[in-house]
C-alpha cells in the first residue's frame, strides 16, 4: 500500500492550506486515515483521523481549526487546516491504520505516506 500526500507550503498565520492523501488500494490495515506532525527538534504528535465510514478525531491543539474529510470514490482523504498559527509549522504526516488500533498512536501506524512541510510565520 502507498499513501501519497499533497499539498501544504508557506503561509502567513491567519491562513489556510488543504492537505490530501490517496491511498493506492483499499486494505484492511487502510481502515483509519490520520495525519500526524513532527515539527523539528519534536516527537511526532496526533493531529486528526477519520474512517472510511465516517468518525472523526482531533487533538486538542487543533479542534475547531482543523477538519478532515473523505472522498471513499477517490481513496483519499483531506486536512483543512485554517487559521493556522506558526506553533503549526511541521511537517505533516498521511497515515493509515487497521481499526484494532489507536488511531492517535504513530507506534499502530501500519503505513506512512511522504511527509509534506507546513510552514506557518507569524
Known amino acids: 500500500v502507498q499513501l501519497q500526500a499533497s499539498g501544504g507550503g508557506y503561509v502567513q498565520a491567519g491562513g489556510s492550506l488543504r492537505l490530501s492523501c490517496a491511498r493506492s488500494r483499499r486494505t484492511d490495515d487502510t481502515y483509519r486515515m490520520a495525519w500526524f506532525r513532527q515539527a523539528l527538534g519534536k516527537e511526532r504528535e496526533f493531529v486528526a483521523a477519520?474512517?472510511?465510514?465516517?468518525?472523526?478525531y482531533y487533538s486538542d491543539s487543533v479542534r475547531g481549526r482543523f477538519a478532515i474529510s473523505r472522498d471513499n470514490a477517490k481513496d483519499a482523504v483531506h486536512l483543512q487546516m485554517n487559521n493556522l498559527k506558526p506553533e503549526d509549522t511541521a511537517v505533516y504526516y498521511c497515515a493509515a491504520s487497521a481499526a484494532r488500533n489507536r488511531y492517535d498512536k504513530w507506534s499502530e501506524v501500519a503505513h506512512w505516506g511522504q511527509g509534506t512541510l507546513v510552514t506557518v510565520s507569524s
Open positions: 477519520t474512517t472510511w465510514i465516517g468518525g472523526t
